[in-house]
T-cell receptor, first 115, second 112 residues
Framework: GAGVSQSPSNKVTEKGKDVELRCDPISGHTALYWYRQSLGQGLEFLIYFQGNSAPDKSGLPSDRFSAERTGGSVSTLTIQRTQQEDSAVYLC?????????????FGSGTRLTVV | DAKTTQPNSMESNEEEPVHLPCNHSTISGTDYIHWYRQLPSQGPEYVIHGLTSNVNNRMASLAIAEDRKSSTLILHRATLRDAAVYYCILRNSGGSNYKLTFGKGTLLTVNP
């Protein structure tokens, strides 16, 4: 596609429920990244994919968070048993490769609100 | 990643040039200087990047000091649409260079 697409754009969920956030990267971009941004805060790295592998999951805040990527394309970020502190904008980005001198293309994000 | 230092905020008037500074005194020889901006309610947007030489593209210019310890993002004629948070990020060309580490950035306000 022309850009990175994320869905849903907004999600309100009850505390304790599971949620799935989807990211469609730009076609041909092998690298995919998830970040989150809490209200008024900077961007926090969550996980990096190269193809279908995730060589760096160091930013996932707890074992309630997981992500997968299939076919070297679509990625899903799953949050189990959501908590109020999970409320944030979850941003996905992709790039041609994880190498130097590359710009990332970000999606518009999914705004998650846990009530 | 090496650290960058930016002013918390800056103001400009519409149609005037804007110079956004960034200090990176601990930059290594293989660190690229990247700039992104984030408009309200949007994801960050790539603006420009460079290594040693000054760079120009349709969005902005990047001026890199000779010792590479600082750089300046130049918007030649600010518009109201340029109001955003601007992030200066160093990204190494080797090793774990895939990760962009965002700081607080500079909030640019453009006055009509």
């Amino acid at each position: 596609g022309a850009g990175v697409s994320q869905s849903p754009s907004n999600k309100v969920t009850e505390k304790g429920k599971d949620v799935e956030l989807r990211c469609d990267p730009i076609s041909g971009h092998t690298a995919l990244y998830w970040y989150r941004q809490s209200l008024g805060q900077g961007l926090e790295f969550l996980i990096y994919f190269q193809g279908n592998s995730a060589p760096d999951k160091s930013g996932l805040p707890s074992d309630r968070f997981s992500a997968e990527r299939t076919g070297g394309s679509v990625s899903t970020l799953t949050i189990q048993r959501t908590q109020q502190e999970d409320s944030a904008v979850y941003l996905c980005a992709s790039s041609r490769r994880g190498g130097e001198g590359q710009g990332y293309t970000f999606g518009s994000g999914t705004r998650l609100t846990v009530v | 990643d090496a650290k960058t230092t930016q002013p918390n905020s800056m103001e400009s008037n519409e149609e005037e040039p804007v110079h956004l500074p960034c200090n990176h005194s601990t930059i290594s020889g293989t660190d690229y200087i990247h700039w992104y901006r984030q408009l309200p309610s949007q994801g960050p947007e790539y603006v420009i990047h460079g290594l040693t030489s000054n760079v120009n593209n349709r969005m902005a210019s990047l001026a890199i000091a000779e010792d590479r310890k600082s750089s300046t993002l130049i918007l030649h004629r600010a518009t109201l649409r340029d109001a955003a948070v601007y992030y200066c990020i160093l990204r190494n060309s080797g090793g774990s260079n895939y990760k962009l580490t965002f700081g607080k950035g500079t909030l640019l306000t453009v006055n009509p």
